[in-house]
């Protein structure tokens, strides 16, 4: 039996613009989709930190520290906040406590601070 479970992330992404008129997507610096092992017209799910706000869209590569809303996603979150850009996908059962997901760690101006697959152990604090 297959289950699903976190691909890669990007960890805290600042929303750098907002284009209500543009068609659907969520525009990301190429050097980000490549460190998280995203891709071009992948769907993704997204958490805004400051709202609470979760939604789907997809990719479009963006340029250099660019994390872009487009269309009917600029609405749910503003220049400025705070994401989670997340995918998923699945595989066997019996693989789960093996698997490692990549997560990107970004600080300021959507730079990488931390990029690999590595496990958290149970109870650990994990910090912004």
């Avoid at 590569?61 to 994401?83: F, S, T, Y």
Wanted: glycine letters at 8%.
């Amino acid at each position: 039996m297959q289950i699903e479970v976190l691909k890669s992330k990007l960890h805290r992404a600042t929303v750098t613009a907002a284009m209500l008129d543009y068609e659907g997507s969520i525009s990301i610096d190429t050097e980000l989709l490549a460190a998280a092992e995203m891709h071009a017209y992948q769907k993704v799910d997204i958490y805004n930190i400051n709202n609470g706000a979760r939604f789907s869209t997809y990719i479009i590569p963006g340029r250099k520290g660019e994390i872009c809303l487009n269309g009917a996603a600029a609405r749910m979150a503003q220049v400025g906040d705070r994401i989670i850009i997340v995918t998923f996908t699945h595989i066997e059962e019996s693989e789960a406590d093996k698997w490692l997901p990549n997560v990107v760690l970004l600080g300021d101006n959507n730079t990488i601070k931390e990029a690999g697959r590595k496990a958290i152990a149970a109870g650990t604090k994990v910090s912004g």
